[in-house]
């Protein structure tokens, strides 16, 4: 994928990446300002909780910045076709260029995108080949950062103990119910909202189907799975070391040898 950015010219995909932004921003501000830290001064939590938890906060950021700005997989516009591949390509009737077989055309961004999963407002970009691994991450750590982020606002009201030095004259700790309910609210609609989008994600790369060939098959078919899921995952990932899967700083490596594998639309 290297270091090419890839820019949607979308109003209201940016809106939707803003408000992540916002969800996110929030939290990472206000936990450790008004939860974390305090505590941990009076030595109520260790320090590792704070590590933990930005840990998972850059991870998640990280990820929603990576993929929305990545090229998913987009084609190029005269392609270099082998000759012992082309057999294995076909002409999009939207664009009427060549494109590998599983590529779909995305009318939102006017192009073909390789096994294009879906496009997502999201995060204001196509998900495809190319950055369909940093989507599973993103997934993945906002619902880790919602978790622990609705775990420390439940132990700062009902198990934490009252902190002996608390600076009144601060607006967190003034709004302190107030700014843990907005947050408690948040945490729960990004946990929500996140679970099933993930869940249906997960399924999909076990079956080696993305969510467009999933609505276009037969029930038969989405039943079938010709791949072990270590092999699924690795190809999504680009790479077969299961510890990276989980790492998004880092650059994918292509391992799928064709396009023709499985279904495709």
Known sequence: MGLQIHLVYDLQGWCCVSIITFVWLYNTLYVPKLILFPHYEEQHIPAAVIVLYYMVSLCCITSLVRASFADPGQLPQDPDIPYSERQLWEICNKCNKMRPKRSHHCSRCGHCVRKMDHHCPWINNCVGEDNHWLFLQLCFYTEL?????????????????????????????????????????????????????????????????????????????????????????????????????????????????????????
């Open 145 to 265: 950062l919602s978790f622990l982020t609705l775990l420390f606002n439940f132990c700062q009201y009902y198990y934490l103990e009252p902190l002996t030095k608390v600076k009144e004259e601060l607006f967190v700790f003034r709004h302190e119910l107030a700014m843990l309910r907005i947050s408690t609210l948040m945490g729960i609609v990004m946990f929500g909202g996140m679970f099933g989008l993930f869940y249906g994600q997960l399924s999909n790369v076990i079956a080696d189907m993305t969510t467009i060939e999933r609505m276009s098959s037969n029930l038969d078919e989405m039943l079938k799975s010709s791949k072990p899921w270590q092999q699924t995952f690795s190809e999504v990932f680009g790479t077969r070391w299961k510890i990276l899967w989980f790492i998004p700083f880092r650059q994918r490596q292509q391992l799928r040898v064709s396009y023709h594998h499985a279904n495709h639309v």
